[in-house]
């Protein structure tokens, strides 16, 4: 459960739902807003005032006490009644507090059970009816405001002449607060309860609260107009959770059509389920039922709403409001509807203000020093490009080979990283001579793009990686197979066999030479193993060992010097959709049906850590370039940044409207680009939390992004067979990210994404699955052909 929010923000109250069996207790929260909510009866609303010691709620307050409120005027017929309920649904414990805080005797009570009236009470004595009225009752807290405290809920229940009567329930239990008339019969407030759950007034409350919102002031209209989804969803997974099956075929062919376009997939799984068993096999709808949708709305726009519900005693609209959605509050202007549209779209929402605010160290590691000699081999490079020593400081300015350490940058031993050995610090070596060399891209200077076409797939493949040096490529392919390809002229050999290895001498300049047999030299190796289609791949970054990621549940770690298989990972019990190696090796991530993303080491078994959150399947997984935190996307539309330390979500992203397919971060570690299959690619100021960019142009999904090694150029590829650059530095630059903008979200985005598009290179019939930039800065790309 994410922590309050460090402004006290107004949030609607939840309480259990009894269909949900035994809620989760709720942490020890510190002291917290108030609720407030409206009364069903003509009595003024109550105000339950929360206080943080130790968990226990504070008495109430009658908002507007009349003269009736004194304790002399206390029903105590009224009081037997209930307290007879609570015996016959079995909450002792309930009755017994409601008993102390009346100051009722035991034998009162016993005596009023004893007489005609009180045996009469609860209606006839058939008791299954009875029961499940009870239940029925406890399911629905009409106009009362439940606030979780510490572990303990304080229900309310405010009856029409202004009495207040106080039930404290522990943890764990359901506290039911109802609706007291003058009469002592709880057979009236069953039946009260039963009208206002009619659901043939489902509809009617629904175009009621609809009219209320369209004839509304703009500025508060597209505020509250987010109402409208969860609202109709949760209504009708009601009507249909309740059997009330054609009233909800009614409402759901009435108000479908209003919802917004980017809702359609939601609301097609949402019209197949017409029967209360379809419910409890479907995970989306289950989640929808139990997490709350999030909506952020100015406290002008939520005062408005809560007045208009309490006018109207529209009770059931606001036990949803309560029950299910969480409305974040801000003070300030009400966001526009552009403003609104840009950030909502998710399955659960927006994600929350305090969700985006823990610090995240999004600066780069310092590099390691170490002792190599430099100058001799950089002398052979000075002759043929003259003096390329001066270029280095280039490298610096962009931050990758930063000297000094920067301010943003986690501490240096956070996590613990490999050490580097020998052969990891002859290819750094390499890596700053090609660096030296690298071509600054620009809007006056566009890479050249190199396409490989996978011919004669079938449509078969299904994951792409190309190793850091550009050497390799590898394909994943829905036939289970891994196929590994050398894109230089060097062939792939395996290692020699034990006897071989054996005679080779030791000492020798060419050991490393030595050691590989020849006899085994060729342009593709093809792994087995998996028993479902690859949808993943990952080379380490020294270039030893391959991860690959299947239908079948495991993820696969391959030697590159012996093209076997090593270690098979299990831990995801369906589909694993990506896996990826950390930058500094060692570590990898995988993300797959399950919901769930998992960070591994190449030398345990079990996960590490466990990232739990996603409300449908996590589809992309990538490492921050510090390697101390992983982003991961989601079906859910949502994208979300984990710390590895300890495992926590410190940032979600919302506003795509559709599945989330490809991540990059810039070279910095400062920006994420997603895309995903609303064709669109959103740029986000991790520091920030803050969407800060949008780029329109792509018509289908977008499968590969990736930033140039200097951040300059961000490359995308889509299945609608283009790759196109962007402008990386003119979308960064002169980003509005001030303290307001952060707290309220009231973000403007620009519509330039013409001005930063520099370019659009279309494939003759090939969608692009992977983007990968050299060391210099050339762009290659692939995907396999596609004859349709």
Not at 132 to 150: K, S, W
Not at 378 to 402: A, L
């Amino acid at each position: 459960m994410a922590a309050l929010p460090e402004e006290p923000a107004e949030v609607a109250a939840v309480k259990p739902d009894p269909e949900a069996g035994t809620p989760p207790q709720p942490p020890a929260a510190p002291p917290a807003a108030a609720a407030a909510a409206p009364a069903a009866p003509p009595a003024a609303a109550v105000e339950v005032e929360a206080a943080g010691n130790g968990g226990e709620a504070a008495a109430p307050k009658q908002a507007a006490p009349g003269p009736a409120a004194s304790p002399a005027a206390l029903d105590r017929q009224t009081l037997v009644a209930v307290l007879q309920f609570l015996r016959r649904s079995n909450l002792r414990e309930s009755e017994e507090i409601l008993r102390r805080e009346a100051r009722l005797l035991g034998d009162d009570l016993g005596a009023a059970a004893l007489s005609p009236a009180g045996a009469g009470l609860l209606g006839a004595p058939g008791g299954d009816a009875d029961s499940a009225g009870g239940e029925a009752l406890l399911g629905r807290v009409t106009a009362a405001a439940a606030i979780a405290i510490g572990g303990s809920v304080a229900t309310v229940a405010s009856s029409s002449p202004g009495v207040a009567a106080v039930a404290s329930v522990p943890p764990g239990k359901v506290g039911g607060g109802v609706v007291v008339e003058d009469q002592p019969d709880v057979s009236a407030v069953l039946s009260a309860y039963n009208q206002q759950g009619d659901p043939t007034l489902y509809e009617e409350y629904y175009s009621g609260l609809k009219h209320f919102i369209e004839c509304s002031l703009d500025c508060h209209r597209a505020e509250l107009s987010q109402l409208f989804y969860p609202l109709f969803v949760h209504m009708y997974l009601e009507l249909v959770y309740n059997q009330h099956e054609s009233e909800a075929k009614s409402f759901f062919e009435r108000f479908h059509g209003d919802q917004e376009c980017y809702y359609q997939d939601d609301l097609r799984v949402l019209s197949s389920l017409t029967k209360k068993e379809h419910m409890k096999g479907n995970e989306t709808m289950l989640d929808f039922r139990t997490s709350k949708f999030v909506l952020r709305i100015s406290r002008d726009s939520y005062q408005l709403l809560k007045r208009h519900l309490q006018e109207k005693q529209n009770n059931q609209i606001w036990n949803i409001v309560q029950e299910h959605l969480y409305i974040d509050i801000f003070d300030g202007m009400p966001r526009s509807k552009q403003q609104i549209d840009a950030m909502v779209g998710s399955l659960a929402g927006e994600a929350k203000r305090e969700a985006n605010k823990a610090k995240v160290f999004f600066g780069l590691l310092k590099e390691p020093e170490f002792d190599v000699p430099l100058d001799d081999e950089d002398e052979e490079g000075e002759n043929e490009e003259g003096k390329p020593k001066k270029k280095k400081p280039k490298k610096d300015s962009v931050g990758s080979k930063s000297k000094k350490q920067d301010p943003n940058a986690p501490p240096q031993n956070r996590i613990p990283l490999p050490e580097l050995k020998d052969s990891d610090k002859l290819d750094k070596v390499m890596n700053m001579k090609e660096a030296a060399r690298r071509v600054r891209l620009g809007p006056e200077c566009l890479p050249s793009i190199c396409f490989y076409t996978f011919l004669n797939a079938y449509q078969g493949l299904t994951a792409v990686d190309i190793t850091d040096d550009s050497s390799m490529i590898v394909g994943g392919f829905a036939d289970s197979t891994v196929r590994v390809w050398s894109v230089t002229p060097k062939k792939l050999r395996s290692v020699k066999t034990a006897a071989d290895l054996s005679l080779i001498d030791k000492e020798s300049d060419d050991v490393l030479e030595r050691i590989m047999d020849e006899k085994t030299a060729s342009e593709l190796k093809i792994l087995y193993g998996h028993s479902g289609p690859v949808y993943g791949t990952s080379f380490s970054p020294d270039r030893n060992y391959l991860l690959s990621c299947s239908e079948d549940g495991t993820v696969r770690l391959w030697s590159l010097q012996t093209f076997t298989c090593l270690v098979g990972y299990k831990g995801h019990n369906y589909p694993v959709w990506d896996t990826q190696f950390s930058p500094y090796g060692y570590y990898f991530v995988s993300g797959g049906h399950d919901r769930v993303a998992r960070l591994w080491a190449t030398d345990h078994y079990q996960p590490l850590r466990i990232f739990a959150g996603h409300l449908a399947d996590v589809t992309c997984t990538r490492f921050h370039p510090n390697s101390n935190y992983i982003a991961t996307g989601s079906a859910d539309r949502t994208i979300r940044l984990w710390d590895v330390l300890n495992g926590n979500c410190v940032r979600i992203f919302t506003g795509h409207k559709g599945p989330i397919h490809s991540l990059a971060f810039s070279p910095n570690g400062r920006f994420l680009a997603t895309g995903a299959t609303d064709g669109r690619v959103l740029l986000w100021d991790i520091g920030h939390g803050l969407m800060v960019g949008e780029l329109k142009g792509h018509t289908d999904t977008i499968y590969a992004l990736r930033f140039s090694r200097d951040g300059e150029i961000l490359a995308s590829g889509s299945m609608d067979n283009t790759v196109r650059l962007w402008d990386a530095v003119k979308a960064f630059e002169d980003l509005e990210t001030d303290d307001f903008t952060t707290a309220t979200g009231h973000i403007n985005l620009p519509e330039n994404s013409q001005d930063l598009l520099l370019g659009t290179y279309m494939t003759k019939s090939t969608p692009v699955v992977h983007l990968h930039f050299t060391r210099r800065n050339l762009l290659l790309a692939a995907g396999a052909y596609s004859s349709q």
